[in-house]
């Protein structure tokens, strides 16, 4: 099933929207988890969750385009952004073009 699942990434239609990312060796052992019993959701370890998230965000992130900019924290928004006039300010206000 995971060659199946790592051919998918490779067919012409979906290059640069997809990527395989092997997670199988970061599950740990039923018996180092938290509830041993169950059989799904990774046994409940939480060091499966973070290290099979984390894998996957590296993915995303080489999937990305354009890539990332480095920009200024402003807000909730990272964005190249300039400082506007005074006369413009009304309380907390950002002013960048799009």
């Given at each position: 099933?995971?060659?199946?699942?790592?051919?998918?990434?490779?067919?012409?239609?979906?290059?640069?929207?997809?990527?395989?990312?092997?997670?199988?060796?970061?599950?740990r052992r039923a018996e180092d988890s938290p509830n041993p019993g169950h059989g799904h959701h990774e046994f409940g370890n939480a060091?499966?969750?973070?290290?099979?998230?984390?894998?996957?965000?590296?993915g995303m992130v080489r999937l990305l385009s354009p890539p990332i900019r480095e920009g200024e924290m402003s807000g909730y928004l990272i964005v190249p952004n300039e400082k506007v006039p005074e006369s413009y300010n009304a309380g907390f206000?950002?002013?960048?073009?799009?």
């Open positions: 099933m995971r060659e199946a699942q790592a051919a998918v990434a490779q067919r012409s239609e979906f290059k640069g929207q997809v990527v395989f990312v092997p997670t199988h060796d970061f599950v060091e499966t969750y973070f290290l099979v998230g984390n894998v996957l965000g590296q206000s950002m002013y960048v073009a799009a």
